[in-house]
């Protein structure tokens, strides 16, 4: 059975709108705040509520985050990687740290609470000591 052609623009037009929308979320910074849970050896934990057990405490070198709730998605968010970048220009690096996310987790107006690795991989060098002093952290990030 064929389409009427109004049928298959219509499909063409709702396909290029989730292509564009995927695009734009993915290209634009969003305005948050991160902090960081305490692990003795730095890396995260291996019962983050995704699941990945020991694989999740060194993935991407360590660089590893609870989201909160918005970006864990009850599991969906579950290994998405993000650009996260802290907006204090003299503690922090242009560039940030990208994180995967293997756990959920929030507090104080946070979308994310990363191993210390992470966090420290934000810091310009020498600098990673004070920036964990401040504990929470105005951040921008990306998909």
């Known amino acids: 059975m064929a389409y009427p052609r109004s049928a298959r623009l219509f499909a063409v037009l709702i396909v290029l709108e989730v292509l564009f929308s995927i695009g734009y979320c993915t290209s634009q910074f969003v ?22 057990g020991e694989y999740g ?18 599991g969906a ?16 690096t242009y560039s940030g740290v990208t994180v995967v996310v293997t756990d959920h987790g929030e507090g104080d107006r946070t979308d994310f609470i990363m191993s210390p690795h992470a966090f420290t991989t934000m ?21």
């Open 31 to 52: 305005d948050s705040r991160a902090a960081y849970y305490g692990t003795p050896d730095g890396l995260g934990t291996s019962s983050g509520a995704c699941g990945y």
């Open 57 to 74: 405490r060194d993935v991407k070198a360590g660089n590893v985050a609870a989201a909160s709730q918005l970006l864990y998605r009850n």
């Open 77 to 92: 968010g579950c290994g998405a990687c993000y650009q996260v970048r802290c907006k204090n220009k003299y503690l922090c």
């Open 123 to 143: 810091a310009w060098p020498g600098k990673d000591e004070q920036l964990k002093a401040l504990g929470v952290v105005d951040i921008e990030y990306k998909w």
